[in-house]
């Protein structure tokens, strides 16, 4: 079709090809299409433009880009069109191919019901940049990667704004979107604010987003992922990057329902991600921990180096637990909210930063380390335990519960655990120890298997839970403790044993809390 001109299609165009030269815009009236071209693309874009047209059941099955073909070098502009039912091998309805990274541009439009039998269900990129805004892209599939749309190797940015993705297909990675290797991916909301949403897609690894091999940032900014899920891990983000120069950014985005073997939400095998201000709500690992997130390489496939930090964050139902695994580390900072418990043996490090513990939730990890004073740890209206493994530090962290309920279980320190809120409790052996807060508000430091140090301002000190329980205590240097209990609570002949290096106790009790005898006491030093 000519040069520099503006052509009107007004009437369907069956099984003959269009080559839209520089300059020209094809515009479609309300009837006409472009349809039924097996031997080429039937649109080829020569640095053109389409408008109102539909392209629509174009199968090329021996070559790529069943609607639209990209000529080299060439920009590209597209708004009002719809691509419908077409199919080819890679591209089911646009391929773009070419070195130079010229910008092809998409508004306004909807890609439906494409298919590749190998990649890019409805939109192929390599050596390429798009610009989707306010496009649609339903239930398109590919027999391998990126269900909707596939990309990569540009070392540019292609953005996606107020666009949506539902009921996408992947064999392979990336259920709505797979990006690889040099391609930076602008996920945001269009000027409207009308955010962008990926819903229901699914794939074997990323249900609505695959990356693999990464090598330039990425970022998510006001999205949506909902109810999309992975036959492995990620259900909605897989991110295997394998290269920690560069960072995915996540803010202000929801997860919900998302549901994969590993990492219901997010699986990030070995990258960088920084997650703020978002929400976690529903979603669910189904054979493996991690229901919101999986940082980190399966153990049975090496070591694991991923680097996670996570801000301002609510993880809101009991599904939402995060499994930070062997070799990675998970940073903390500003006010997450947990009703899900972490998980794994990965580093988890906390600066300046306040966790709120609800809905049973629990730490049960192998390093939890607390750097800044400021930080604390809320357990605010639920039963709730928190379990720290051999060589945690809880050092200088102030520990608030709020209308929390306890039976004598919430929290629970392991040996090997120091420095806690103005005291220590250096364990001898492999023991456990309990703190809790009686009804007067009192802090109880119990000891189930009768022996324990004290360093610090404690208020109680008890001896373990059954009749009769006894106490060996010393009192470390500079200690002041309120009273000291050598059975359990309701105990009537439990003994203490102190001893008393530089310190100070102000009662000793040789019975339970209840009985508060002063007998069986035996003082040394």
């Excluded at 809320?378 to 945690?392: I, K, W």
């Excluded at 008393?500 to 006491?521: C, D, H, P, Q, R």
Aim: proline share 0%; charged share 10%.
């Amino acid at each position: 079709l000519g040069a520099e001109s503006s052509v009107l299609l007004y009437e369907t165009v069956c099984d003959t090809p269009q080559v839209v030269t520089a300059g020209t815009t094809l515009y479609g009236s309300d009837n006409a299409a472009i349809s039924n071209n097996t031997t080429a693309s039937a649109v080829q874009m020569n640095g053109a433009a389409l408008s109102n047209l539909t392209i629509r059941s174009n199968n090329y099955s021996n070559g790529n880009g069943g609607a639209v073909y990209l000529a080299q070098n060439t920009a590209n502009t597209f708004s009002d069109c719809v691509f419908a039912d077409n199919s080819a091998i890679v591209g089911g309805a646009v391929y773009g191919s070419f070195s130079s990274a010229v910008q092809n541009t998409f508004t306004d439009s909807v890609f439906s019901n494409n298919h590749a039998s190998s990649s890019g269900g409805a939109v192929f990129g390599k050596y390429c940049v798009y610009q989707f805004t306010g496009t649609d892209f339903i239930n398109n599939s590919s027999d391998g990667s990126g269900g909707a749309v596939y990309v990569q190797t540009t070392g540019k940015t292609s953005k996606f704004a107020g666009c949506t993705f539902s009921g996408n297909t992947s064999v392979g990675n990336g259920g709505a979107i797979a990006a690889m290797y040099n391609i930076r991916i602008d996920l945001v909301s269009d000027a409207n604010l009308n955010r962008t949403v990926f819903a229901d897609n699914v794939a074997n690894y990323g249900g609505a987003l695959g990356y693999e091999g990464i090598q330039n940032n990425q970022n998510i900014t006001d999205v949506i992922f909902s109810g999309n899920t992975a036959v492995g891990n990620g259900g909605a983000i897989f991110l295997d990057q394998n290269n920690r120069n560069y960072t995915m950014t996540i803010s202000g985005s929801t997860f919900s329902d998302n549901v994969a073997n590993g990492g219901g939400a997010i699986s990030n095998r070995d990258g960088v991600v920084k997650i703020s201000n978002t929400l976690f709500s529903g979603n669910v690992s189904k054979n493996r921990s991690g229901g919101a997130i999986w940082n980190g390489e399966d153990l049975q496939n090496g070591t694991s180096f991923a680097i996670m930090t996570i801000s301002g964050c609510t993880f809101a139902a009991a599904s939402d637990t995060i499994n930070n695994v062997i070799g990675s580390t998970l940073s903390m900072t500003g006010s997450n909210s947990f009703a899900a418990s972490l998980l794994g043996g990965g580093k988890y490090l906390v600066t300046d930063a306040d966790l709120t513990f609800t809905n049973d939730a629990a730490i049960t990890v192998s390093a939890l380390t607390f750097t800044d004073q400021l930080s604390t740890i809320e357990f605010a209206g639920a039963v709730v335990g928190f379990t720290a493994e051999n060589g945690q530090s809880l050092s200088d962290v102030a520990i608030t519960v709020d209308g929390a309920v306890y039976n004598g279980e919430a929290v629970t320190i392991a040996s090997g655990v120091t420095a806690i809120d103005k005291y220590t409790i250096n364990n001898k052996g492999n023991y456990d120890l309990v703190l809790e807060l009686d009804a007067e508000n009192n802090l109880i430091l119990k000891n189930n298997l009768k022996t324990q140090d004290i360093t610090g301002s404690v208020d109680t000190a008890m001896g373990g839970t059954g009749t009769g329980a006894d106490l060996s205590v010393t009192i470390k240097a500079d200690t002041v403790a309120t009273k000291v209990f050598g059975g359990s609570e309701t105990g009537t002949d439990g003994k203490i044993t102190t001893t008393m290096e530089n310190g100070t106790i102000t009662n000793f009790y040789g019975g339970g809390k209840v009985s508060a005898e002063s007998t069986n006491l035996t003082v040394s030093g």
